[in-house]
């Protein structure tokens, strides 16, 4: 069964979102949740399903992210078109405080947000490892470790996306922990097309001795 379409965002709403205009937004955000006619204003969506709380992660404005929170924390698990939540939405933006306040707030909330993934399988964790935000990542796997070891829909785990992305300091966040004796989940290794994250280590190392090579 489809799901319901949802009412479009007012525009100047969404405007107040994307230039971070905190009075604007207020104005739509009352502090009585009670009032039904308030609340409409501020549940539309943007063309791409975006919520006002993604619209907040994206552009990195952590008191819009606060205080929207505050007023209608269960829009932290809202899906987009893509069915993106603001936390992937914040971890792709490389919003390290923005996904503590979203971590924070779904434990308050003991909502499993951080486990939630996109249309192709994609964790906060993977939108992170490809950006190579490490900020983003440790907030992630010191709230939740297990989220190393989740595979996307095409066999890619959030290591593989680390390794891709070229930054050591990001591997060592996904890995450290169990590597040096922790009883965290072991990070998984998984690659597409049956690859490890190893694999990949090693085409960047020869790809990178390549390069150093051909002015010699």
């Given at each position: 069964m489809?799901?319901?379409?949802?009412?479009?965002?007012n525009?100047?709403?969404?405007?107040?979102l994307?230039?971070?205009a905190e009075?604007a937004?207020?104005?739509?955000?009352?502090?009585?949740?009670?009032?039904?006619?308030g609340?409409?204003?501020?549940?539309?969506?943007?063309?791409?399903?975006?919520?006002a709380?993604?619209?907040?992660?994206?552009?990195?404005?952590?008191?819009?992210?606060?205080l929207?929170?505050?007023?209608?924390?269960?829009?932290l698990?809202?899906?987009?078109?893509?069915l993106?939540?603001?936390v992937h939405?914040?971890?792709r933006?490389?919003?390290?405080r923005?996904?503590?306040?979203?971590?924070?707030?779904?434990?308050r909330?003991e909502?499993?947000?951080?486990?939630a993934?996109?249309?192709?399988g994609?964790?906060?964790l993977?939108?992170?490892?490809?950006?190579?935000?490490?900020?983003?990542?440790?907030?992630?796997?010191?709230?939740?470790?297990?989220?190393?070891a989740?595979d996307?829909?095409?066999?890619?785990?959030?290591?593989?996306?680390?390794v891709?992305s070229?930054?050591?300091?990001?591997?060592?966040?996904?890995?450290?922990?169990h590597?040096?004796?922790?009883?965290r989940?072991?990070?998984s290794?998984?690659g597409?097309?049956?690859?490890?994250?190893l694999?990949?280590?090693a085409?960047?190392?020869?790809g990178?001795?390549?390069?150093?090579?051909?002015?010699?």
């Open positions: 489809p799901e319901p379409q949802r009412e479009r965002m525009y100047v709403l969404l405007e107040a994307r230039n971070g009075e937004v207020r104005a739509f955000f009352p502090q009585d949740n009670a009032d039904e006619a609340g409409r204003r501020w549940r539309g969506v943007t063309v791409g399903g975006n919520s709380l993604h619209i907040a992660a994206d552009f990195r404005h952590l008191e819009l992210a606060s929207i929170c505050a007023r209608d924390s269960s829009l698990v809202v899906r987009n078109a893509a993106e939540t603001p939405c914040a971890a933006a490389g919003a390290d923005i996904v503590t306040l979203f971590t924070w707030e779904a434990c909330c909502e499993a947000v951080l486990r993934t996109d249309r192709e994609k964790t906060a993977h939108a992170a490892a490809q950006e190579g935000h490490v900020k983003v990542a440790e907030v992630l796997m010191s709230a939740d470790p297990g989220l190393a989740i996307d829909n095409n066999g890619v785990s959030p290591l593989y996306a680390a891709l070229g930054s050591p300091k990001l591997v060592q966040v996904l890995i450290g922990s590597a040096d004796g922790g009883d989940p072991e990070a290794y998984a597409p097309n049956g690859q490890t994250a694999h990949a280590a085409m960047i190392s020869l990178a001795a390549m390069d150093g090579g051909v002015g010699n």
